[in-house]
């Protein structure tokens, strides 16, 4: 019987971020992990080859669908966060049953694995499988599609102290950026703000940045600084809020649930990364100043919760750390025009290579020749599941279990049946999601 395993996808996480951290001794569990694993500079541009029709080719929708498929975005169908072919004058997002081959949980289902699916790219809404699957827009829209099975919503929304889904959603709707605040091409109109969400305003700048409390309070409070507000809540704010939800929901399921793998997606370095990448050899400026932690905290963050993560998991569960790509100065702009042009300019964009971390296997040191389209048939191999042609990668020698990849059984491909749920998100919930992309520079 096979430990399970534990995959933290990371979005956004960069090796020279991460090497510096661990270097400045502010990453311990990275660093354990690293110094008893093995890791990976692993391929990303590769992986989309051909895809310079779409603004961002190394877009996450795509890359994490090629890591949970195994094969490439013209075969998997998922190419941006929007579907064109679906509808060019009013594209939906991406949906589960966009997705027109089987990724890792669909597989592992067909051959009688358990998997735990929480906050990932592309599975709303979500559908049935072996195990539970938690969409990455659970309680961003009123419809109880986000959670399969359906009757476990008001369970999870209890597990973050609302009575139901209903009143959840409701809740959780109140207080996303777009209700908070908009700055429309008239006057500001500002919406009052719960005392809950003040909270945990100051809570999170006080943690990330280095603004003073009045600082922080005038940032809040003043119309004049509508749109920094704007900017910090989309990249900072609710990011955090986000990750903080589905990492204790995916805490509950872990020890409620049976499961052989194990998923949860944390957002919030890749937000972080967009609006406050800064790489500034000279003098630091106001931005600098107050928001030139906010990157390396989020790494800190997510250090913590990997040390959470592996208190609650058995022990020899082999655990991958793996991200969708890594970040560099986007050289088009400098911090002070970020700060006076607004949230829609960029400081850092998306490049190679990604971070793979492995732990738990019998793999020690630096891997080479890695790829996302790798990380699936290391999986199945692991489980012992037959390699199908119809992949695109292949098993990493070593990762997750001793010796070379078995090479034994093939199949041409796997059982798949495409989900056919429509999300049917109301507009205001699409555009509340395309508002926050817009924001990050994608749109």
Partial sequence: MSEPVLLVAVDGLDWKRLRAGVAAGHLPEMARLLREGAHAEVAVRACVPGLTAVEEPLNSPTLWTTVATGQYYFK??????????DSAENPPLFESRHVLT??????LSHYGRDSIVVGYYVTYPAYP??????????????ARKGVWPPSLADGLSRVLGAESYESYATALRSTLPEDLIRVEHGPVRRVDRHQSAV????????????????????????PAEAARQKQVEYRLIYPVLRDERFHRIFLHLLGSQPWGLAIV???????VSHGFWVETPGPPGDFVRAFGTVVEEAYRWIDERLGELRQSVPPGTRLLVLSDHGFERDGRVSPSQEWRDGPEVSLGRHADPAVLIAHGGPARGALRGV???DIAPTVYEYFDVPQARSLDGGPVPGLLRVGEP??????SGYPYT???EAGEMEEPEQRAVLERLAALGYM
């Fill in 406 to 411: 078995a090479g034994g059984r093939t199949v």
């Fill in 418 to 420: 495409r989900p056919t």
């Fill in 102 to 107: 089987p990724r890792l949980w669909d597989v």
């Fill in 265 to 271: 997606y944390y957002r919030l370095v890749d937000f």
């Fill in 76 to 85: 998997h169908g998922v190419y941006d966060f929007c579907n064109l072919l």
């Fill in 371 to 373: 790829s996302l389209l």
């Fill in 129 to 142: 499988i072996r195990g539970v699957m938690v969409s990455d827009l659970f309680g961003e829209v009123a």
């Fill in 199 to 222: 909270a945990d305003w100051h809570r999170i700048l006080e943690r990330f940045t280095c603004l003073s409390a009045d600082e922080r309070a005038a940032l809040l409070s003043s």
